[in-house]
């Protein structure tokens, strides 16, 4: 399990994804812990989003803002 930062986006961002509020805290059955890349608020518990194959938006239960995923699974990136 890892601690992971979500990617911050504005609204104008969202497009034709969907749109994901994780309330309070949203837990999951297994996977990594991810972070409001607005807030830092902890958004989401033990979940592995890498495994969704849908576009989603993670809306923030504490400040309303959106986020994306992050991409885990590259790992050759130095940056
Ligand atoms: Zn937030």
């Given at each position: 399990?890892a601690e992971l930062?979500?990617?911050?986006?504005?609204?104008?961002?969202?497009?034709?994804?969907?749109?994901?509020?994780?309330?309070?805290?949203?837990?999951?059955?297994?996977?990594h812990d991810?972070f409001?890349?607005?807030?830092?608020?902890?958004?989401?518990?033990?979940?592995?989003?890498?495994?969704?194959?849908?576009?989603?938006?993670?809306?923030?239960?504490?400040?309303?803002?959106?986020?994306?995923?992050?991409?885990?699974?590259?790992?050759?990136?130095?940056?």
């Amino acid at each position: 399990m890892a601690e992971l930062m979500l990617t911050p986006i504005t609204e104008n961002e969202i497009g034709a994804r969907n749109v994901f509020n994780t309330g309070v805290s949203t837990v999951g059955k297994g996977g990594h812990d991810y972070f409001c890349g607005h807030c830092g608020r902890k958004m989401i518990h033990n979940m592995d989003l890498s495994k969704l194959e849908t576009p989603v938006v993670y809306q923030c239960g504490g400040c309303g803002s959106y986020n994306l995923a992050p991409e885990i699974e590259t790992t050759d990136e130095t940056a």
